[in-house]
């Protein structure tokens, strides 16, 4: 199991022995060793390990800089360190039928001096790359409800308003335009707030796919929306999935105003049409899209269990696909075997690596060059240890449901982000959010923080004591009500300057998260 240590960025390597810590960090130009040496093994985005000869190299590595740094009279105590701390494991046999026994860092304890407070809820103490967020944290504001207690859709009202949310599936921010964008889907609209919204409860500015705030209509045409999922704003153009109507429309630039439609459609042939169907050009149930920085556009066709790649923005509608990923041709779309996706709901790729959340097989696939064959098998899995395992919350891997989650278990991931070399999974089933302080190299790695739950052992809808899926009635075993720190069916997540927001399904709302202060001194 690979961990952070990453020397400049003052990481810890962790034990999962005795779960003491090994650190060095840097103070201005010096290199300096803390406390609480044990075997361990490290890995960080300076020095990349293996194993124990790969390790003991990466301490020369060390030596040398320090050497040449004219550093040595640190030197003897750095060598002793890591030639204790991180000599490898005589079982590290790289296996990836049994998985290694359940594992968590050490515990926040609110501060950044490097050491743990003892006990092991599953967070980081010494994260402070990039933004930062506590376990369990508060949000700090909610868009879609007056205040954190409430969790009705349009606020218990008959008709929607500029303020109320139905079932939002996903939010983006366009800085190029200064506007957020909200996929409020069961009430077939986008919302636009110009801003980024500083109170709870504010008003949207404008609306897509709908007349007025107060109208719902369901409608196929250019300007009428069904079911919108996924917004993205890549490229300077703004992109909805509009699941129920199998299409992905596209926009020229960034709407500012409720008067703007769509100018091309992948899906289906025009703006006023409706089909689905398996083939080269159409889908079914198509829940998220993603343009990368070079122009592809991938559609992750989820009732067909693929996703579809477009070498570069299509020019016409209903455009056919170049590439299909997940079935042997653009004719096969059932779920056949492991190896296929089945429903995949989000997806991201910066044109290197290429990462999908495989909803139904509750993983996440990481592919670290973008995939140029069908079955190509990715080189991480979250979530499963092999592709052959699929059940969820499967920590000993026996294909059988546990009873709770873990730090490295899924139950039905929807939503997927990265931000600054950080992965986010809104993982709906469990009511949570799991962050990975960077994208992780090895399979069935466990998340370094959670949102929406106190520990990674917990998935009760709002943090509570009821753990079902979304959609489960709950009559019987009431649900907690809504509050600052739980979630109910979390769908999206989005890091939005030094803010990380979450959708939630069925409590009809997006929570905001402000990052915390860094850590670093």
């Known amino acids: 199991m690979h961990v952070p240590c990453g020397f400049d960025a003052r990481q810890p390597c962790f034990s ?7 650190q060095l960090e840097r103070k201005g130009d010096v290199l300096k060793a803390l406390s609480g040496y044990t075997r361990v093994r ?26 040449h740094g004219k550093k040595g009279f640190l030197l003897i105590g750095i060598l002793v360190a890591f030639l204790t701390a991180c000599g490898g494991s005589d079982n590290d046999s790289g296996s990836t039928n049994v998985p290694p026994p359940t594992v968590a860092p050490p515990d926040d304890d609110g501060t950044d001096d490097g050491t743990d407070d003892g006990t092991d809820d599953g967070t980081d103490d010494t994260d402070d790359t990039g933004l930062t967020f506590d376990t369990f944290q508060s949000a700090s504001l909610v868009i879609g409800q007056p205040d954190f207690s409430v969790g009705q859709a349009n606020q218990g009202g008959a008709i929607p308003d500029a303020n109320s949310l139905n079932m939002p599936l996903g939010g983006v921010y366009s800085s190029e335009s200064d506007v957020l964008f909200i996929a409020d ?40 929306m069904f079911s919108p999922e996924a917004v993205t704003t890549n490229g300077g153009r703004l992109m909805v999935t509009d699941t129920d109507l199998n299409r992905v429309t596209v926009y020229e630039g960034i709407p500012t105003s409720g008067d703007a439609v769509p100018v091309l459609v992948l899906g289906q042939s025009s703006l006023d049409t409706y089909s689905g169907s398996c083939d080269q050009s159409t889908f079914i149930h198509p829940h998220a899209h993603f343009l990368t920085p070079a122009g592809k556009v991938l559609v992750a066709d989820a009732a067909n269990n693929r ?6 923005m299509p020019t016409e509608n209903g455009a056919p696909a170049d590439f299909v990923l997940g079935q042997a041709d653009f004719n096969i779309c059932s779920f056949r075997d492991p190896e296929n996706f089945k429903h995949p709901a989000a997806l991201w790729s910066d044109d290197q690596q290429l990462i999908v959340a495989d909803s139904e097989n509750h993983r996440i696939l990481i592919w670290n060059t973008f995939p140029t064959e ?3 098998a990715p080189d991480v899995i979250l979530g499963q240890t092999v592709m052959a395992n699929r059940a969820p919350n499967d920590d000993n891997q026996d294909g059988v449901a546990d009873a709770e989650p873990t730090a490295r278990t899924f139950d039905y991931p929807r939503d997927i982000a990265i931000h600054d070399g950080k992965l986010y999974v809104a993982d709906m089933n469990n009511h949570r959010v799991l962050i990975w302080n960077e994208i992780p190299t090895e ?19 709002n943090a509570g004591d009821v753990q079902r899926a979304c959609g489960t009635d709950t009559t019987d075993v009431p649900a907690s009500e809504p509050n600052a720190n739980g979630f109910r069916c979390p769908v999206g997540v989005t890091v939005i300057d030094d803010n990380l927001f979450v959708t939630e399904w069925e409590n009809s709302r997006v929570m905001v998260f402000e990052a915390q202060t860094d850590a670093a001194e």
């Not at 999962?16 to 090994?22: L, T």
């Not at 409860?201 to 196929?220: H, Y």
């Not at 996703?307 to 570069?312: G, L």
Request: glycine fraction near 8%; proline fraction near 4%; charged fraction near 15%.
């Open 307 to 312: 996703v579809m790649v477009w070498n570069e």
């Open 42 to 67: 490290c890995a960080g985005s300076v020095f990349f390990t293996h194993g124990p000869k790969h390790e003991r190299a990466m301490t020369m590595q060390i030596a040398s800089e320090l050497l």
């Open 443 to 461: 399979s069935f790695a466990p998340a370094d923080n959670v949102l929406g739950q106190e520990d990674f052992t917990s998935g009760g809808m």
């Open 185 to 224: 889907s069961d009430n077939a609209r986008v919302l636009g707030f110009t801003g980024m919204p500083e109170m709870n409860n504010v008003n949207a500015d404008f609306v897509l796919g709908q007349p007025d705030f107060s109208s719902a209509n369901k409608e196929i045409s250019a300007s009428g």
């Open 374 to 376: 069908s079955f190509q």
């Open 16 to 22: 999962y022995v005795n779960k003491s810590v090994v």
